[in-house]
């Protein structure tokens, strides 16, 4: 896994900046800040949080509080969804995905295709095993 320092840094002060989500001053503004709102992807008012929307929300611990007032409100299986790299399906809002809709709201012509390229990864993938499995045949007669 090939990791950019930047990116690391930030991972490195989210984990010294956890501490501070522990505290009650930090939990009383976020609850603050959610009371009475929704989700702005589903529309849940339960289970909220707020999503930090810039990285210079990560450079001190004021900068990380004072983030909260121009985070995203969202619950926390959006906010786990999103830093997954899903959306929620614009047809259906109820479940997420990496495509631009759900499988279940996917037209048949486009689950055909996926299927196609599944089948044939595995066909390609059952392939590849057998060929390593003969050069480790032939490369044990060898040497035997």
């Known amino acids: 896994m090939n990791v950019c320092p930047e990116e ?3 991972r490195n002060r989210r984990k010294e900046l956890s501490r501070i989500r522990k505290t009650r001053k930090y939990r009383e503004i976020v609850a603050s800040l ?3 709102r929704t ?10 949080t707020i999503h930090h929307t810039s990285l210079s929300d990560y450079v001190s611990e004021r ?3 004072a983030g909260l007032y121009t985070g995203w409100v969202m619950c926390g299986s ?3 969804a999103y830093h997954q790299g899903r959306i929620l399906c614009p047809k259906c809002k109820t479940r997420y995905t990496k495509y631009t809709t759900c499988y279940a709201c996917m037209p048949q012509e486009r689950k055909d ?3 196609r390229k599944k089948i044939q990864f595995r066909k390609l993938k059952k392939a590849l095993e057998k060929a390593r ?3 480790y ?5 060898g040497n035997v």
């Open 34 to 36: 959610t009371a009475g």
């Open 63 to 65: 900068a990380y509080v």
């Open 39 to 48: 989700c702005i992807w589903c529309g849940r008012s339960d289970r909220l």
């Open 113 to 115: 295709e996926i299927v």
């Open 8 to 10: 690391i840094r930030v």
């Open 137 to 141: 045949k032939e490369w044990k007669d």
């Open 133 to 135: 499995y003969q050069k």
């Open 78 to 80: 959006c906010h786990r």
